[in-house]
């Protein structure tokens, strides 16, 4: 009997429900969600793509700067760098990165059909596997800043893509997220271990696993009409929606907070590692205690997805502001494997709200998903960047100990600028 209420009858005839469900084939313009449906959630994810960007956002972001941190200390020796030339290393391939983001996630939006999320993890592996031959402080930045636009190209077209894969829901996302905390976080590992097996000279073998991971990323989205399509097609919703820049704007900031400390922590933490464990401990613990806090960051994903669902973005975005600074304040007042303990509760603690902060940026700017995606991933990331070196500095004239513990309270900034955020867009 057809509905007599007008609408969508598969969605009210029994029926009908499973094969429409069956048959929606998520990069066909009739199942791209619109922002209104995505706080719904009533599709389930497409686990399978949201899978393999989770992946590819691994692969991408093991090539960042905590690759290189375990060896920070062994590339200032060899090319006599001091600790602020050392925390700028971060905010140079955070020029490129991150403060590019907004531009790479415009050329998303508007042509997307560039392969991003094969053409990314490529070109970041390319150039830091280079990095062994560099000899002066700025062959090094160079090779930093372009495999640096490398991981910024990813970010922005992986995001919309991870977006409408989960249905704009906060745990969805949270595997993206987790994905490249993993990465991150495992790179210290993978970089010490390359550093013992193949040398820095010839570090470039490193980069195999990502050309091989680009061609899968290239078959999977790209050989049809597939993902581009779906994110070339706006809805109604999003075309109608004004958006929300100061929100936007503040969200941002928090995000930049956040950033901060996890950057200017897996910077310094190797020179802290080498002050108290024994010198014949510091190869092995200095990878460790770095992997440590950003394993702990990227294992807090699904619960701060989960929780932002259940309770809500602003709340847990204050309350993870107000607790994080006290364990890791604790931290460094303990001995041995006690400080990184400690310090990987607080880095897992402050990144709670991560996952939902992504959702709110493309809800915040509906129109623009790529973005919108950018400012969290890239531009955040970026600024934050610019806080390190003047850490290094205060390390330079008084000691490291004090210079964490003056970034240990940077989170208490973040609760003021939640204040004009609100919980959804509409």
């Not at 998903?369 to 934050?384: C, D, E, P, Q, V």
């Amino acid at each position: 009997m057809p509905d007599e209420r007008g609408g969508d009858s598969a969605i009210t005839l029994a029926p009908d429900r499973p094969r429409a469900l069956e048959n929606a084939d998520l990069p066909r313009e009739s199942a791209a969600p619109s922002p209104g449906s995505l706080t719904g959630a009533k599709l389930r994810p497409d686990y399978p793509r949201l899978s393999l960007l989770a992946v590819g956002h691994a692969v991408t972001d093991s090539y960042g700067q905590s690759l290189l941190a375990p060896m920070f200390p062994v590339i200032a020796r060899n090319l006599g760098l001091s600790m602020a030339e050392v925390g700028g290393l971060p905010t140079i391939m955070g020029l490129s990165a991150s403060l590019a983001q907004p531009l790479l996630g415009w050329l998303s939006d508007r042509y997307p059909r560039i392969c991003m999320v094969a053409f990314g993890p490529l070109l970041a592996a390319l150039f830091i596997g280079f990095v062994g031959h560099a000899h002066s402080y700025w062959s090094l930045g160079a090779l930093m800043f372009l495999a640096g636009i490398g991981i910024g190209a990813f970010h922005p077209q992986g995001a919309t893509m991870a977006r409408l894969a989960g249905r704009g829901s906060g745990l969805a996302m949270s595997a993206f997220t987790v994905g490249g905390n993993l990465g991150f976080g495992l790179a210290p590992l993978m970089g010490a271990w390359y550093a013992a097996t193949i040398g820095l000279e010839r570090l470039y073998l490193a980069a195999i696993p990502a050309a091989v991971f680009a061609v899968v990323m290239a078959g999977f989205f790209y050989s049809g009409p597939g993902f581009p399509a779906t994110l070339k097609q706006q809805s109604a919703a999003a075309l109608n929606s004004p958006g929300n820049p100061i929100a936007l704007a503040a969200l941002t900031g928090t995000v930049v907070v956040r950033s901060a400390v996890q950057i200017g922590m897996t910077t310094f933490l190797p020179f802290l590692v080498e002050q108290r464990f024994p010198a014949v401990m510091h190869d092995a613990v200095r990878a460790q205690a770095v992997s440590a806090v950003l394993l702990a960051s990227a294992v807090a994903g699904p619960l701060g997805g989960w929780l932002s669902d259940r309770f809500g973005r602003r709340r847990l975005m204050v309350g993870s502001f107000l607790l994080a600074p006290w364990p890791m304040l604790l931290a460094l007042n303990l001995p041995g494997y006690a400080l990184v303990a400690w310090l990987a509760f607080g880095a897992f603690v402050l990144m709670l709200p991560h996952p939902g902060n992504v959702v709110m940026a493309q809800e915040f700017m509906p129109r623009s998903a790529g973005i919108a995606a950018s400012l969290i991933t890239g531009l955040a990331w970026g600024l934050a960047q610019l806080l390190v070196p003047p850490f290094g500095m205060i390390a330079d004239q008084t000691s490291i100990p004090t210079a964490l513990t003056g970034l240990c309270l940077v989170p208490l900034l973040g609760v003021i600028l939640v204040a004009p955020i609100p919980e959804r867009a509409r």
